[in-house]
């Protein structure tokens, strides 16, 4: 399985990024996708989740109202779309993917390599 982040980037605050996550080697529809993230000296969040369906989400509290997930099971991709982006988001945005719909990183079998995302105030 792999999987492979893009569209990270540098925004001021208040400005919007989408990152996306092709992923290969398994049948996408059937399996969780999720993002999570990485702050200096900070452990690993998590961010967003989307179920197999793709109809159900999951998002942290810090980025409710900010943050959207989607997925497009026929291009085997997932996008996290970021809004009024905020010094703080900055972090390395991880995707991964598993079975079934955790807050923990380490219920997730397979990760992308991360993408850079800065935000300066």
């Known amino acids: 399985v792999q999987l492979q982040a893009s569209g990270g980037g540098l925004v001021q605050a208040g400005g919007s990024l989408r990152l996306s996550c092709a992923a290969s080697?398994?049948?996408?529809?059937?399996?969780?996708m999720a993002w999570f993230r990485q702050a200096p000296g900070k452990e690993r969040e998590f961010v967003a989740a989307?179920?197999?369906?793709?109809?159900?989400?999951s998002l942290a509290d810090s980025v409710k109202g900010r943050f959207t997930i989607s997925k497009t099971n026929a291009e085997k991709k997932v996008h996290l779309q970021m809004n009024n982006l905020k010094p703080e988001d900055t972090a390395v945005y991880y995707c991964?993917?598993?079975?079934?719909?955790?807050?923990?990183?380490?219920?997730?079998?397979?990760w992308g390599q991360g993408t850079l995302v800065t935000v300066s105030s």
């Open positions: 991964a993917t598993g079975s079934r719909t955790s807050y923990r990183d380490y219920e997730y079998d397979y």
């Open positions: 080697g398994r049948t996408f529809s059937w399996y969780v």
């Open positions: 989307i179920n197999s369906s793709g109809i159900s989400t």
